[in-house]
């Protein structure tokens, strides 16, 4: 036997490129990562402005609803001799003496006394800039109509009907409105 130290001359060749593995990507595989990459990317932005958007309106939708779920109770807590007179009255004299957020009693739009059936406006502002200047304002309008029970049941019942009818408008990328409504009864007979 005889060995050798010199290589086979099958082993002397240089290996095929179908038998060659490169450790690293190619172009194509880069391009197709970073479009995975890109797109997962966008759908997470997108998801983030869907959520921020549905927070800001959920903002100004519990705003709403808290002003105008804030005015029935002030109704509501009037003396009754005043929602029978306000709910009776015709000629809009005889006014809610309702106060606003900011803690002035309210006018109808046109600046005279709010009485049942007037519509009464205010602007809220829901946020401040970091110099302290308010932003992002909601206007809140509402409109308070009253039925006197007794006058129309023919005394069958003895109280005050209060609906609450109100709109909201404000912008978010758009101009937004919505508008609902908040119904009681405020009773002269005791219910406890």
């Given at each position: 036997m005889r060995f050798s130290l010199l290589p086979s001359p099958s082993s002397a060749r240089p290996p095929s490129p179908r038998t060659v593995r490169q450790a690293g990507f190619n172009i194509v595989e880069v391009i197709v990562g970073m479009a995975i990459f890109s797109f997962m990317v966008v759908g997470l932005l997108s998801l983030t402005f869907q959520v921020r958007a549905s927070s800001e309106e959920a903002v100004y939708n519990n705003t709403s609803l808290t002003l105008a779920q804030a005015y029935l109770e002030q109704m509501r807590s009037s003396d009754m001799a005043t929602l029978r007179a306000a709910a009776v009255d015709t000629s809009g004299s005889?006014?809610?003496?309702?106060?606003?957020?900011?803690?002035?009693?309210?006018?109808?739009?046109?600046?005279?006394?709010?009485?049942?059936?007037?519509?009464?406006?205010?602007?809220?502002m829901l946020d401040e800039d970091d110099a302290g200047n308010p932003r992002q304002p909601?206007?809140?309008?509402?409109?308070?109509?009253?039925?006197?029970?007794?006058?129309?049941?023919?005394?069958?019942?003895?109280?005050?009907?209060?609906?609450?009818?109100?709109?909201?408008?404000?912008?978010?990328?758009?101009?937004?409105?919505?508008?609902?409504?908040?119904?009681?009864?405020?009773?002269?007979?005791?219910?406890?």
């Open positions: 005889v006014g809610l003496n309702l106060i606003s957020s900011n803690g002035t009693t309210l006018t109808d739009t046109s600046g005279g006394v709010l009485a049942n059936g007037d519509w009464a406006s205010e602007t809220i909601l206007t809140f309008r509402f409109r308070p109509v009253l039925v006197d029970l007794n006058t129309v049941t023919g005394g069958q019942a003895d109280g005050v009907e209060i609906t609450l009818f109100y709109q909201t408008t404000y912008n978010f990328g758009s101009v937004r409105t919505q508008n609902g409504s908040l119904r009681t009864v405020r009773s002269n007979i005791s219910t406890f």
